[in-house]
């Protein structure tokens, strides 16, 4: 089995965009930041630096600009963080967590997330 390897805060953020995009370079990556923070693409360019020596992202070096992808997969990675915030902030219980994440007013769900998360449950109560 593979070392799982945490990504920061910022480096999740630069995964989000890689995620969605597939391929990107570092200025594609810096305007999508720039959207919702203030950052400097030199930060960007050596967050991504380091991502790659860490083994989350790859970076095709073929062309004078960089391309870069996410080596780490969308949904392990949400399980295994997901995980460890139930493991440690809600003492392995995943109701307590979804009973916060509902019960909040700040999160408040919308009718279409109720209906999928219905069907959710009945599927589960089924199997």
Same mark, same amino acid.
């Given at each position: %089995?593979t $070392?799982y390897? !945490?990504?920061t805060e ?7 965009i890689?995620?969605?995009?597939g391929?990107a370079?570092?200025?594609?990556v @810096?305007? *999508?930041?720039? /959207?919702t /923070?203030?950052? *400097?693409? +030199?930060?960007t360019?050596k967050?991504m630096?380091? %991502?790659h020596e860490k083994g989350?992202?790859k970076?095709d070096e073929?062309?004078r600009? @960089?391309?870069?992808q996410a080596s780490?997969?969308?949904? $392990?990675?949400?399980? @295994?963080?997901?995980? /460890? %915030?139930i493991?440690?902030?809600f003492? *392995?219980?995943? +109701?307590q967590?979804?009973?916060?994440a509902? *019960?909040?007013s700040?999160t /408040?769900?919308t009718?279409e997330?109720?209906?999928k998360?219905?069907a959710?449950l009945d599927n589960? !109560?089924?199997?």
């Amino acid at each position: %089995m593979t $070392k799982y390897i !945490k990504p920061t805060e910022s480096e999740l953020e630069i995964l989000q965009i890689l995620w969605e995009r597939g391929l990107a370079t570092v200025r594609d990556v @810096h305007e *999508g930041l720039s /959207k919702t /923070k203030d950052v *400097g693409y +030199t930060t960007t360019l050596k967050l991504m630096q380091i %991502m790659h020596e860490k083994g989350l992202v790859k970076r095709d070096e073929s062309m004078r600009t @960089h391309i870069y992808q996410a080596s780490v997969n969308k949904e $392990k990675t949400q399980k @295994h963080i997901l995980g /460890k %915030m139930i493991d440690s902030l809600f003492g *392995g219980s995943s +109701t307590q967590l979804v009973l916060q994440a509902l *019960g909040t007013s700040e999160t /408040k769900a919308t009718p279409e997330e109720l209906e999928k998360i219905q069907a959710l449950l009945d599927n589960l !109560k089924k199997n």
